[in-house]
């Protein structure tokens, strides 16, 4: 069956079509923040750190990255944006490191704003791909903080309207946060935090392998837009890789649990090994809240903390909030499609999240849940997320996590959730004829104009969405009918989703609410329930 599985991934670019209900229903994607041509330009011509001066700017030379954040501080708005650019020696005393064509800055200290450098107030750039010569295959200059890694690195705004900052080409490392991001309209791309100057592993901050490579690598403070963060790099990081709480950040091509090339080194094949202190350390995933964000097109590869049970692994992406795109993720998949996995569960939806999409993603080898579906009825109630052509692979039984109300699962409806919802079942399949399917609404749970989505699974005892089939709208009765792209094969089969396309279609929940995982159908209309957890 394993054999079957690994071909229908191959081909699992087959179409998935979309049915849009309303412009209401489907947020507006974010707009990604432009690129600004400088007005004034600082050059970096020294990779030392001569003093922990708040003050001391380019004046006094030579000019080091400390004194030109203070420099460019300083500068009106007229002089702004300021491009902050490099161009430092190649000579050891400069921290240039000639085997590998990087400079290293080593700072020996914080500033007043208990971060490494003080905070970008608006319109600044720091851009170490500005640096003459050096390397083409990752950044030329790379931050060090100071100490075990217990000082964060750069902030960027000290208030919501110091905005419009850019750091790009640039390695983090022994920062216990990174980059703070307090203000709207910046840009990070083309950084690695955490990885070691090859790009090829990771550096631990200190404290050995619980400390990971620092404890966040991007915060988004709440109530800040438009952020964009982007072709970046995060391994090892012991917190999570981003914590995006504010709005309408795009969080898009980037690599976490890589190394730099998307690749993950060392992993663990032997299964009783898998996920324990043997294992590559890729550190955790990210979190999202607030509103509106887009997650596109990352990879998420060799996720691990270092915890042992009964403290579970951390999530891939973690969401709450509401209003989010994510689509087009790889989980357990590197960047040529190499089956690693993940330790914890994919994609992890908190009580209270609404009108979220979660589409088109590919989710291998998740430790725990594919997709966990939750709720916090006391506070608010999970409603009108939306789940289409999101693609799964398990190579083991789910399995159960002691003191959890629910099993793990590919689409996991935890028992939080309403009764309405959990009980509500989704399309039957009523006859396979070669290619053409045809059903109706599930059992005592009519669906008039739902959505259905088709699933191709294998017939063994692990649910599973291989290949998203076909999308089809029900009639007003729940009816429906389908062409496959093939007829199903020995050992191949259905399942289904219906998503509503009217409000309290379930009782008390809105139009665009997915529902879980069917039976599995195969031909004959064979029905095979789920294997019960003893």
């Keep these: ?133 050096g390397r083409t295959t990752g950044p030329k200059i790379i931050l060090v903080g100071s100490g075990t890694g217990q ?30 991001v307090n203000s709207s309209s910046n840009i990070i791309e083309n950084n690695w ?8 592993n990771i550096v631990l901050r200190g404290g050995g392998e619980d400390d990971g490579s620092g404890n966040t690598g991007i915060s988004v403070a709440a109530n800040i837009s438009n952020n964009v963060i982007q072709n970046n790099v ?36 032997d299964p009783n090994l898998v996920c324990l202190q043997w294992d590559w350390l890729g550190g955790s995933g990210i979190s999202i809240s607030g509103n509106g964000n887009l ?12 915890v042992s049970p009964p403290t579970i692994q951390a999530d891939t992406i973690r969401v709450s909030g509401d209003n989010h795109i994510i689509r087009n993720n790889k989980i357990g998949l590197d960047v040529g499609n190499a089956e690693i996995g993940v330790c914890g569960r994919g994609i992890y939806l908190q009580g209270g999240t609404e009108f979220n999409q979660i589409t088109t993603n590919r989710i291998v080898k998740p430790g725990l849940s594919a997709i966990s579906l939750n709720d916090t009825p006391v506070v608010s109630t999970s409603d009108a997320n939306t789940l289409r052509g999101n693609v799964i692979k398990k ?17 996991q409806i935890t028992k939080s959730l309403p009764d309405a919802f959990r009980n509500f079942k989704p399309a039957a399949v009523t006859n396979i004829d070669g290619t053409a399917v045809t059903g109706t609404a599930g059992a005592a749970s009519p669906c008039p104009n739902c959505i259905v989505e088709l699933f191709l699974d294998d017939t063994d ?4 969405t291989l290949q998203s089939l076909a999308v089809v709208t029900a009639n007003a009765s729940g009816n429906w009918s389908a062409t496959l792209p093939a007829p199903l094969a020995t050992g191949q089969a259905l399942r289904t989703t ?17 529902t879980g995982l069917s039976v599995l159908y195969r031909a004959a209309y064979e029905v095979f329930l789920p294997t019960l957890p003893k």
């Design 498 to 514: 219906s998503t509503t396309a009217q409000n309290n279609t379930i009782t008390g929940m809105s139009l665009g609410t997915t």
């Design 295 to 306: 997650i596109e097109n990352n990879t998420f590869a060799g996720l691990r903390i270092a």
């Design 1 to 133: 069956m394993k054999a079957i599985r690994a071909l229908l991934f191959g081909v699992m670019g087959t179409a998935v079509l979309f049915a849009l209900f309303s412009s209401n229903l489907w947020p507006k994607t974010a707009v990604a923040a432009p690129d600004t041509t400088p007005v004034t330009t600082i050059t970096v011509n020294s990779g030392k750190d001569l003093d922990t001066s708040n003050s001391t700017t380019c004046a006094t030379q030579p000019c080091t990255l400390r004194r030109a954040v203070i420099q460019a501080r300083n500068l009106p708005t007229n002089q702004r944006p300021v491009l902050i650019a490099f161009n430092i020696p190649a000579t050891a005393e400069e921290g240039y490191n000639s085997a590998l064509q990087i400079w290293k800055i080593q700072f020996i200290g914080i500033s007043t704003d208990l971060a490494t450098l003080r905070y970008l107030n608006g319109s600044i750039i720091i851009d170490g791909s500005t640096q003459p010569g």
């Design 395 to 411: 190579l083991t039984p789910w399995g159960e996590i002691e003191g959890n109300n629910s099993p793990e699962d590919a689409i």
């Design 234 to 269: 995060f391994t090892g990081l012991a917190g999570v890789a981003a914590a995006i709480n504010g709005n309408t950040t795009t969080f898009a091509n980037n690599f976490i649990g890589t190394i730099a090339d998307g690749t993950v080194p060392d992993k663990e094949t």
């Design 193 to 200: 935090f955490g990885l070691s100057d090859d790009g090829t």
């Design 461 to 464: 005892a692990i649910t599973e």
């Design 151 to 180: 000082n964060d690195g750069l902030k960027l705004g000290s208030t919501a309207t110091e905005n419009a900052n850019e750091i790009r080409g640039l390695g983090f490392q022994m920062f216990k946060t990174h980059i703070y």
